[in-house]
């Protein structure tokens, strides 16, 4: 069972504050990573993709990836209140299929 | 300009009804997936669709049966309800299998 393990929070950072989510995965072979936000009621979007090993960067956004240590984060920086949401990490399986597995997500909590 | 459309968006029915559920998108991709989140938050495949041939089949009772017409439609008929069936239903759309996805706004069914 290919899996992908995240802490499910909630996380709790002050407006401003930098916020780190972390993901492992038990696929070693996977090549692709997502990150999906979540709002309450509402259906998941995609906020970051990424394929290689080191930092990718959008706006306040960081994905890093270390395929090493079949880890992924993504970091908030100056954190906003409309952040607050459900973090989802997504991991394409390896094997053909084209399956991407999901973790349960973390509840981020910005206080302002 | 929805881009994954689904209808409903609420379906409340008693046990043992058939139901059915229609995703449309007009991103022009060539995959479609059903996914089903539970009160946990779990967000699980069920089925995955690349161009109408059907691709995954994740361990869903035999009740649930997918249908896709052409390449911009899957839909998901439901025989014989349970109350366990009860969750949010999305739809999603990518330009190929494992690729970022789009997701419908959900359905929410509610068995009684």
């Known amino acids: 069972q290919k899996e992908v393990e995240q802490n499910s929070g909630p996380l709790s950072v002050p407006e401003g504050a930098i916020a780190s989510l972390n993901c492992t995965y038990s696929d070693r072979g996977s090549q692709s990573f997502f990150w999906y936000r979540q709002y309450s009621g509402k259906s998941p979007e995609l906020i970051m993709s990424i394929y290689s090993n080191g930092d990718k960067e959008d706006g306040r956004f960081t994905a890093q990836l270390n395929k090493a240590s079949q880890y992924v984060s993504l970091l908030i920086r100056d954190s906003q209140p409309s952040d607050s949401a459900t973090y989802l990490c997504a991991v394409l399986n390896s094997g053909g299929y084209q399956k991407v597995t999901f973790g349960i997500g973390t509840k981020l909590q910005v206080i302002p | 300009d929805t881009a994954v459309s689904q209808t409903p968006k609420y379906l409340v029915t008693q046990m043992g009804n058939d139901k059915s559920i229609k995703c449309e998108q007009n991103l022009g991709h060539d995959t479609m997936y059903w996914y089903k989140q539970d009160s946990k938050k779990f967000l699980k495949i069920m089925f995955s669709?690349?161009?109408?041939?059907?691709?995954i089949n994740e361990t869903v009772p035999n009740r649930f049966s997918p249908k896709s017409p052409d390449k911009a439609h899957l839909n998901l008929h439901i025989n014989s309800l349970e109350l366990g069936d009860s969750a949010v239903y999305f739809c999603?759309?990518?330009?190929?299998?494992?690729?970022?996805?789009?997701f419908g706004d959900g359905t929410r069914l509610s068995i009684l």
């Open positions: 669709y690349n161009n109408k041939e059907l691709i």
């Open positions: 999603a759309s990518s330009l190929r299998g494992g690729q970022p996805q789009h």
